[in-house]
T-cell receptor, first 113, second 113 residues
Framework: NAGVTQTPKFQVLKTGQSMTLQCAQD?????MSWYRQDPGMGLRLIHYSVGAGITDQGEVPNGYNVSRSTTEDFPLRLLSAAPSQTSVYFC????????????FGQGTRLTVV | AQSVAQPEDQVNVAEGNPLTVKCTYS??????LFWYVQYPNRGLQFLLK??????LVKGSYGFEAEFNKSQTSFHLKKPSALVSDSALYFCAVRGGGGFKTIFGAGTRLFVKA
């Protein structure tokens, strides 16, 4: 059982480039979310989704887009990368039934130069 | 709006001593509260959660947490710390009935042999 899979693990971008961080889960979870982790700031919620076709903004959505066309996948798009988006990005999923805990991917370390 | 505060950036304890990692929260409605642990270069792992019922919740690796509604706190505790407990600990809150989960800034725990 793979759980939550994020790709790539590492990425270096130039300012202004775009890219998509991939996230897939095989647990049939309805709820998926993206966080960024920065030193001293903890995890901040970027976007989240409560099911296919439904997304909403979190605490720090600017500069990022998401879509949810299937239950399994929740890609995060950086439209025009900026150095301020240098961070570690985590995808998480959980069941919508009851208050279940989140399962996290291993993270993507992104550097924007 | 939901928020979580972890007032200590770092907690230092000697092996064998009890440990406490503090967390306070703000949320509308009944809270769902979680603790996660992160080891270096890894994703977050679930430790324990409070949904309803007994205010003392027991979780993985001998950790427990006490929910205090009047103080809006959910402190993580362990009676006897191990060196292997050294890691980054995150408290998280989800508003009752909602899906958005907000994390605190994290507390780094150092257990000295």
């Amino acid at each position: 059982n793979a759980g939550v899979t994020q790709t790539p693990k590492f990425q270096v971008l130039k300012t202004g480039q775009s890219m998509t961080l991939q996230c897939a889960q095989d647990m049939n979870h309805e709820y998926m979310s993206w966080y960024r982790q920065d030193p001293g700031m903890g995890l901040r919620l970027i976007h989240y989704s409560v099911g296919a076709g439904i997304t909403d903004q979190g605490e720090v959505p600017n500069g990022y887009n998401v879509s949810r066309s299937t239950t399994e996948d929740f890609p995060l798009r950086l439209l025009s990368a900026a150095p301020s988006q240098t961070s570690v990005y985590f995808c998480a999923s959980s069941s919508a039934e009851g208050a279940t805990e989140a399962f996290f991917g291993q993270g993507t370390r992104l550097t924007v130069v | 709006a939901q928020s979580v505060a972890q007032p200590e950036d770092q907690v230092n304890v000697a092996e064998g001593n009890p440990l406490t990692v503090k967390c306070t929260y703000s949320v509308s409605g009944n809270p769902y509260l979680f603790w996660y642990v992160q080891y270096p270069n890894r994703g977050l792992q679930f430790l324990l959660k409070y949904i309803t019922g007994d205010n003392l919740v027991k979780g993985s690796y001998g950790f427990e947490a006490e929910f205090n509604k009047s103080q809006t706190s959910f402190h993580l505790k362990k009676p006897s710390a191990l060196v292997s407990d050294s890691a980054l600990y995150f408290c998280a809150v989800r508003g009752g009935g909602g899906f958005k989960t907000i994390f605190g800034a994290g507390t780094r725990l150092f257990v000295k042999a």
